[in-house]
């Protein structure tokens, strides 16, 4: 049985060379800069969530990500079990988190009690013809030049060294399920893709992929834009 049932992704978190440039990349492909909040730099999509990434200064690389769990009782459980100790994010948005360190070394949060961004919209301002549906019928579709909107940090997919190994660990802690699993062979498993349990509620295909590789890191960390698909 699992120790916390998340809700979300609430971020991921690099480290990058030079702030600015990652900066200039990360807005370009449509995230919102918040600015630097002490040693770390903070960026949002255009949903309620008061963040989605954090890039801090240092050698190139990902460093973990965080989940939106229940309920700081969660936090709790999850503090013991690891003993580890619940902690302020003193981030915007406030919040509390557990860091915790999976099998390959990445630092992975538990989150809760964060508060939202009132100006925040997951709605595209545009309608969309789609297959079955014509929200726009004899009229024209323009856009300004821009970057598009991202609406979500979508999921995670990370390259780990064991994935039995790794598929244990977020399952033992998290209660993540199997949506497919895929192989090199038969009876020989690469990777999986793994969606949160939330009982009746429906979730999307998958919020975390693992792959096996020799090199550990991130493999992406995919961002919705209007009109995606889940």
């Not at 702030?19 to 309620?48: I, K, P, W, Y």
């Not at 994010?89 to 949060?109: A, H, K, Q």
Request: hydrophobic content about 40%; glycine content about 10%; proline content about 6%.
């Amino acid at each position: 049985m699992s120790v916390a049932r998340p809700l979300d992704i609430a971020y991921v978190r690099l480290a990058a060379p030079d702030l600015a440039v990652q900066a200039r990349f990360l807005t370009d492909f449509g995230l919102v800069d918040l600015g630097l909040h002490g040693d770390v730099q903070l960026f949002a999509s255009a949903n309620e969530a008061p963040f989605c990434y954090i890039v801090e200064q240092g050698e190139a690389k990902f460093l973990g990500f965080g989940l939106w769990v229940e309920s700081t009782e969660a936090l709790e459980a999850l503090a013991a079990r690891e003993g580890r100790r619940v902690q302020s994010l003193g981030l915007p948005g406030g919040g509390s988190y557990v860091r915790m360190t999976d099998p390959d070394g990445f630092e992975i949060d538990a989150v809760a009690g964060q508060s939202f961004r009132s100006d925040g919209t997951s709605e595209c301002p545009v309608d969309w013809n789609e297959n079955g549906l014509r929200r726009r019928v004899d009229s024209f579709r323009r856009t300004e030049k821009g970057p598009s909107h991202v609406l979500r940090l979508g999921h995670l997919g990370m390259a780990v060294t064991d994935f039995r190994r790794s598929e244990g660990w977020y399952k033992d802690r998290f209660g993540l399920l199997t949506s497919e699993e895929f192989e090199t062979a038969p009876g020989k498993p690469l990777g999986a893709f793994m969606r949160l349990n939330r009982g009746e509620t429906p979730t999307d295909h998958h919020t975390v992929v693992l792959i096996e590789s020799p090199r550990r890191g991130c493999a992406m960390s995919p961002l919705r834009l209007p009109g995606s698909m889940t």
